[in-house]
């Protein structure tokens, strides 16, 4: 399926000027389908969240559109105004803008750098950025605008764990909540932060309010205000778009686009996703037991995901707006690597391998040994259209080559309960990882089962060395082959097989002049999108003026 | 019962209202144990349950997990906006209904009653839910006559006049209001229709008739009132029907009602929530059935003298 793309990419000051964002103004609202979790920077997660909170607070130093993750090349000052690297490269130094003040006016120092780092790292808080923090010593205050970040060892994203992993938090406001009391504090449901937008307002179940910080030491966002505006239902977003209530929705289901393309108000715009989703199999018994009857079986594992059509799979639930991994990574990630080899889709070879493990068809078709069907369930979270489509596209492909597969529709929080403790045979999922090139122990190595998200029990040695190895170098060419054994390996023991890469889809109103959707986070440019003054309509020219009580 | 059978169920759910943070092994049983203590959730459930029970009675419906505020708090926010959809849509239906019964007597075995007998039939059997949805894309999307959903445009509400935000508000209730509605009166009507079929043959109408009365006010002051008698007994009864509607319509117009926010808390495992909801709702039908008997007392003179003054 074709989609137009939208022809509005530029984040150029100068282009900015001359379509009239000079006069600052509009109102930018975005539809979302769910509410937002409380706006605590350590346990923003969920993307919604994610969304509102990175306007609220502002990193030490973000990541720029090259998602370069070695070294500082690419990256862009925030808080920090400039660092320095030790000789030995085993500590960096941050000098703080003098002019960054939190929203309620105290200056931002390098205390609450140093708090902000004791709370992420912290083993004891759960948060999930902690993992990727390890390698960091320790974080020291020289003056009050400068802060060292000391680390382990050298490696090849020190830079990118310094400040990608955390949003710099305010300890005077938090530096007296006790540390298990922070995800519930009043504070996620009135943050201050120093980002170029401030908290407005929020009602629960119906919107969020951002408002443009006019003093930012970053300058004043081109927009007056966004509204992040929730509807319980997908339907109920995509009506807001549709009826100029919103002027913003994220995801676009292939069945609306024709009805954006005949709307002169609105347009498209793909944009890069780095998810990839697959069907993870659990390799061991609930609660990380002993190997699974089924998955347990490395040439199981393979038979099966031989028996997977995996392009037509995802033609018939994405149309063109998917593509076929090539292994547990997004083709746009910077190891990302085309050329390894994955298993091909061979049924006689299924066929082959499971009569040599011992699994006959009996007379209802179904494979049976020692009495046992070669049967499992699929865990679905029913929140989710794709991957329900996806379960039962699979289900019927294993039919044919003999296994029994049952869905099992669960709700999300109850899926990801199940997963945490291991109680699954087999779930549709998707994974967002973040740009650095660590994702990938976070999610398959041995540590991960611990304290990551490998759910599904893969262990393989040889797996987190090559991994480990490729994360100890900061030669490319290296790491490029590291990585490349990782994948070779991972993908023979096939702890799942990888389905699709989503390539997205947001519908927007025209109006609104949007820059560069990042494949990451689409929103970290958002302060600078804006709406011509000649297309403004009623509610862009409020202004900041506060409403009548 | 309701208090413990919400209790109950909703304890038996999987998951926690911390997003499974109390089985996330990645975070240390010190923090978790402060949580379920802060939370109440480190005693046995009968314990949990008395002590829940105990501060229900004081009217404390404690402390929502997720919205970090007091229970009875969201209930006065969000409950009030729930009534104000319910009883419009119970207005709205009912006079609808009536209605509709109404033409249809005036029409008994017409095409007009066969028409508006089927129709009404036929949305009767509809799914809330997919109603709704159908009436959010028709009117929203495909003809844009109504808001997309929400009490009141969450942009320039604040900044109305008075009369501008009046019309606002009753903007973005037409549309959920009437679709709830459409639902009920399609049975209330049937109802009705019943009921005055059941009293057209009664000897004062015909006496009615040959007064030389009005065909007209025959129906609506002779016989309605004498056939209002099952149609007001449903009315208290079908106050139940509008709080299960206004779940769904709720979620599908955006609708921030306590609906909304059970189904809400019921995702979130906030078990204070989701038990106050049950205890409130059920407050709501007992007065919902309260109120058909003093109407029923009220229409019928007959049952005011049997409860008045005892005969010498």
């Known amino acids: 399926m074709a989609c137009r793309s939208g022809d509005r990419t530029s984040n150029r000051p100068e282009d900015a000027a001359a379509a009239g964002a000079s006069t600052p103004g509009g109102t930018f609202v975005i539809s979302i389908p769910v509410d937002a979790e409380p706006l605590i920077p350590f346990y923003a997660n969920q993307a919604q969240t994610r969304l509102i909170v990175d306007q609220l607070f502002d990193r030490l130093a973000d990541l720029g559109d090259s998602l370069n993750t070695i070294g500082d090349r690419g990256f862009v000052p925030r808080l920090a105004q400039r660092w320095d690297w030790s000789p030995d490269s085993l500590a960096i130094t941050f000098h703080l803008d003098p002019r960054a003040r939190w929203h309620d006016g105290v200056p931002v120092r390098s205390n609450d750098v140093r708090y902000t780092f004791g709370i992420y790292a912290d083993t004891a808080a759960g948060i999930d950025a902690t993992t990727q923090l390890a390698q960091i010593d320790s974080v020291t205050t020289p003056d009050s605008l400068s802060a060292t970040f000391w680390f382990k060892h050298r490696y090849p994203e020190q830079f990118f764990d310094a400040t990608f992993q955390m949003l710099i938090c305010p300890e005077h406001l938090l530096g007296k909540i006790k540390l298990a009391d922070l995800r519930t504090s009043a504070f996620g449901h009135n943050p201050v932060g120093d980002g170029r ?102 040439p199981m594992r393979r038979a ?171 030669d490319l060419a290296r790491v490029h082959t590291d990585f490349h054994r990782a994948y070779t390996t991972i993908n023979g023991d096939a702890p799942a097989v990888w389905l699709y890469l989503p390539i997205q889809v947001a519908g927007i109103a025209r109006r609104v002049h949007a820059g560069y959707m990042r494949p990451d986070a689409w929103w970290v440019h958002l302060a600078d999108w804006y709406v011509p003054v000649k297309d403004r309509i009623p509610r862009d020219r409020i202004g900041l003026a506060a409403a009548a009580p | 019962m309701v208090t413990t059978a919400t209790f109950v169920l909703v304890h038996l759910a999987p998951g926690d209202p911390l997003g499974g943070g109390l089985d996330d092994p990645r975070i240390s049983e010190a923090v978790r144990a402060h949580w379920r203590a802060a939370y109440g959730l480190d005693q046995p459930l009968p314990v949990q349950f008395v002590r829940y029970l105990a501060n229900a009675a004081h009217g404390q419906f404690g402390y929502s997990f997720a919205y970090n505020e007091s229970v009875g708090g969201i209930l006065a926010r969000t409950l009030p906006r729930t009534l104000l959809l319910a009883g419009t849509a119970l207005m709205l239906s009912f006079a609808a209904g009536i209605a509709m019964a109404l033409v249809q007597v005036a029409r008994h075995g017409t095409a007009t009653d066969r028409v508006i007998g089927a129709a009404s039939l036929a949305v009767y059997s509809l799914p809330d839910f997919w109603l709704a949805q159908v009436a959010l894309l028709t009117f929203a999307y495909v003809v844009p006559l109504f808001p997309a959903g929400g009490m009141v445009d969450p942009v320039m509400h604040p900044y109305m006049g008075p009369m501008a935000a009046l019309w606002d508000r009753l903007h973005h209730l037409v549309l959920p209001a009437l679709t709830l509605a459409a639902l009920a009166a399609a049975g209330i009507a049937r109802f009705q229709r019943a009921a005055l079929l059941d009293v057209a043959a009664d000897d004062y109408l015909r006496t009615a008739r040959a007064k030389g009365v009005p065909e007209r006010s025959v129906l609506m002051r002779h016989a309605l009132r004498n056939a209002a008698l099952p149609v007001i007994t449903l009315f208290g009864l079908a106050l139940p029907g509008f709080l299960g509607g206004t779940v769904f319509i709720e979620k599908v117009f955006s609708w921030p009602g306590m609906g909304s926010l059970a189904v809400d808390a019921v995702a979130a495992r906030d078990y204070p929530v989701v038990i106050a909801c049950a205890v409130v709702g059920s407050m709501l039908v007992a007065g919902g059935s309260f109120l058909a008997d003093v109407l029923y007392a009220v229409a019928d003179p007959r049952l005011r003298r049997a409860s008045g003054a005892a005969p010498p």
């Open chain 1, 197 to 298: 937008f401030r908290f407005g307002s929020w009602s629960p179940g119906v919107a969020v309010t951002l408002v443009a910080d006019t003093a930012n030491y970053r300058g004043r966002a081109l927009l007056d205000r966004v509204i992040v505006s929730i509807s319980p239902t997908p339907a109920g977003a995509i009506a807001k778009l549709f009826s100029g209530d919103a002027d913003f929705i994220e995801l676009l289901h292939p069945d609306d686009m024709a009805a954006i393309r005949a709307d002169p108000r609105l347009t498209m715009r793909p944009y890069t996703d780095p998810s990839y989703g697959f069907l993870w199999f659990n390799l061991r018994t609930p609660n990380h037991g002993r190997p699974h009857p089924i998955f347990g079986s490395r």
């Open chain 1, 304 to 474: 099966l995901s031989m028996a997977l059509d995996r392009a037509s799979m995802a033609r018939n639930v994405f149309d063109t707006l998917a593509m076929v991994p090539h292994g547990p990574f997004a083709n746009s990630s910077q190891v990302a690597d085309t050329t390894v080899a994955a298993l091909p889709y061979d049924t006689a070879a299924t066929d082959r391998t499971l009569d040599s493990l011992g699994w006959h068809r009996g007379a209802d078709g179904i494979r049976h040994k020692n009495g046992q069907p070669l049967a499992f369930a699929i865990t679905v979270p029913t929140s989710s259209k794709p991957r329900t489509q996806m379960a039962v596209l699979v289900q019927d492909q294993l039919a044919r080559v003999g296994v029994r597969v049952t869905l099992d529709p669960v709700e999300l929080r109850t899926l990801v309960t199940r997963l945490q403790k291991g109680d699954f045979d087999a779930t549709m999922w998707v994974w967002k990882p973040d740009p650095g090139m660590s994702d990938l122990r976070q999610t398959w190595t041995i540590p991960a089962e611990r304290f990551g998200a490998n759910w599904g029990s893969y262990e393989n040695p040889a797996f987190d060395a090559d991994v480990d190895s490729a994360l100890a170098t900061s």
